[in-house]
Structures are given as structure tokens and as C-alpha cells.
């Protein structure tokens, strides 16, 4: 019994020490990388595995330690991944404005490595620029 | 039937979160999260003018393809942030050509692509054929391109019939 309970200990605390490491990987990279495009990066991966790492050991240890099913955990990480790409797209269409701010007119975000994005097609630009056209896939009502 | 449960999987998905936030399965729950889950649809249904009809056992495949791909993609994003020098570090923008035609299908790629590290979606274009993706490190920005097509657009036809 004491054996397994070790295992048990073992498993949880590998999964902790997991999700934590990745999460600390994630806010260096925040930390680290050129500009704010890179930068988004970071975040995505800390509510991913960091997040998810957590999360596991959690369900593990009360499982296993306390003997009961304790799933809330799962609805955490479903409302995270409805949520991060939501934050992040949003983060990213200010950035696309911020792209095409006059430097007369203000703070500007610097241009990443990346440079500035391309135009999709002729005849369309993205959907930050200019209204969806009206019946395609990017419009918002039918 | 349809008046009543205008998105049945959305009906069932809400039962269960229902259960799930409860985190015991009682006869009040249930009830609870049944009278929950008609009526919450019944009064965003003007929010969702689509009823895309969803193949479950590819979707189910689709998400246990892309959980493994998050842990993949976790750690070589990790090994870019730890060894590589901002000087080595080839950002692009990616322009992926859509053929996906349903705002649900395409909002379901855009997700997908900013969960799995190392790419983020940022735009739709205003003809909905493009979708604008921001990737960490791609030195072959066409070959990424073809790999998202590939591997996850072309599966997701497979689940949005």
C-alpha cells in the first residue's frame, strides 16, 4: 500500500512540476521574444499543457489520494480553450490596426521580424481592414 | 421537434457542463441541467443562424489528433524559446487559402491553430477565403502552409459535412 502510494505521490507531483515548468517556459518566452507577435506565442502555451499538466495532477490527486472524482478540472480546461484563441485574435487584430497608425498620429506598435502582413487577394483585404463582404463565410449575419 | 431543440448537440454539450460544474450526477441535477439545456438554446438560437450538420466520430478523432498535436507542438515550441537566439528566429505570416466555406467549420481552424503553439490565427479575410496565421518559426512558410491544409482543414471537411 505504502509503494503504491508513493507511485501515486509520484505521479502527481510529476505532473505539477510539468504543467509548472511549461507555464515558466511560457511567460520567458513572453519575456524574451522580439515583439509583440512573437510574444503571443508565449501564453498559448502556458494554458495549454501548463494548464493542462496542472490540471491532471489535480484530477491524480483527488483520485487517488482522497478517493473521489473531482472533474470540474475538465470544464477549466474547456472554457480555456474556448477562451486563449478568442484573447489572442483579439490581441492580434489590435496589433494589425496598430500596424497602420500614422507614427504622426501616436504610439505605434514596431513592425515584427515578420514584417508588415500580406494582402490576402486582389479585390479583399482582411477582415480588421475593411467590412466582410455580405454573404461569404466572413460576413456576421446571413 | 426542431422548434423545441433547434441544436440538439448543443442541448446534450450543456447537460453534461451542467453535471460536470455540479460534479455529482442527482436527479435535481439532471433535471437542472435539462431545463438548462433547452432553454438556453432556445433563446440564443438567433445567435446561430447555421445548423451545420457535425459528423461526432470525426469530430472526436479531429480533437484527440489535435490534443496530441498541443503536446508535440508544447515542446518544440519550448526548445524554440529556451535555444534559439532571436537572430535565428524566422517569424512569417501565413496566408492560408480556405476551403472550408461554413463561419463554423472556419472558426473551429482558426481555434485550432491558436491552441496548437507556435502559430496563431489573426484575421479572416473579408471574402472569407484567407485566413491571416502569425507562426513563431517558419522558415518554409509553404510547407507550413501545406501541413495546416493537410492535416487539419482537410479533416475538418471530414467533420463539417
Known amino acids: 500500500m505504502s509503494v503504491l502510494n508513493s507511485l501515486a505521490d509520484l505521479a502527481i507531483s510529476a505532473m505539477i512540476v510539468i504543467g509548472a515548468t511549461f507555464a515558466l517556459i511560457g511567460s ?40 473521489t472524482w473531482a472533474l470540474h478540472e475538465l470544464l477549466i480546461s474547456l472554457f480555456l480553450f474556448i477562451t486563449a484563441p478568442i484573447s489572442a485574435n483579439m490581441i492580434a487584430k489590435v496589433h494589425l490596426h496598430q500596424l497602420r497608425v500614422k507614427p504622426e498620429n501616436g504610439v505605434l506598435d ?28 466572413a460576413a456576421t449575419s446571413e | 421537434m426542431r422548434r423545441l431543440i433547434p441544436h440538439p448537440g448543443l442541448s446534450v454539450l450543456l447537460v453534461i457542463v451542467w453535471l460536470l460544474m455540479a460534479n455529482a450526477i442527482t436527479a435535481g441535477g439532471l433535471l437542472m441541467g435539462i431545463v438548462i439545456g433547452i432553454l438556453l438554446p432556445l433563446f440564443t438560437a438567433p445567435f446561430w443562424p447555421g445548423r451545420p450538420s457535425v459528423n461526432y466520430s470525426a469530430g472526436l478523432a479531429f480533437i484527440a489528433l489535435v490534443l496530441w498535436d498541443i503536446i508535440v507542438a508544447n515542446f518544440e515550441v519550448a526548445a524554440i524559446i529556451l535555444f534559439r537566439r532571436n537572430r535565428d528566429l524566422r517569424p512569417a505570416w501565413l496566408t492560408i487559402p480556405l476551403e472550408l466555406d461554413t463561419p463554423e467549420a472556419i472558426t473551429v481552424l482558426a481555434g485550432t491553430i491558436s491552441l496548437t503553439p507556435g502559430t496563431v490565427s489573426a484575421d479572416v479575410s473579408s471574402c472569407g477565403n484567407f485566413l491571416l496565421v502569425h507562426a513563431l518559426h517558419a522558415p518554409d512558410p509553404a510547407s507550413e502552409i501545406a501541413r495546416i491544409k493537410s492535416r487539419y482543414e482537410a479533416r475538418l471537411k471530414g467533420v463539417f459535412k
Open chain 1, 28 to 67: 520567458w518566452g513572453m519575456v524574451r521574444l522580439p515583439t509583440l507577435m512573437e510574444r503571443l506565442h508565449g501564453p498559448t502555451k502556458a494554458t495549454t499543457l501548463g494548464l493542462g499538466g496542472m490540471l491532471v495532477g489535480s484530477i491524480l490527486f483527488f483520485h487517488l489520494a482522497e478517493g
Open chain 1, 110 to 137: 514596431p513592425v515584427g521580424p515578420a514584417g508588415q502582413p500580406p494582402v490576402p487577394s486582389a479585390g479583399s483585404n482582411w477582415a480588421t481592414y475593411e467590412a466582410p463582404h455580405a454573404a461569404s463565410a
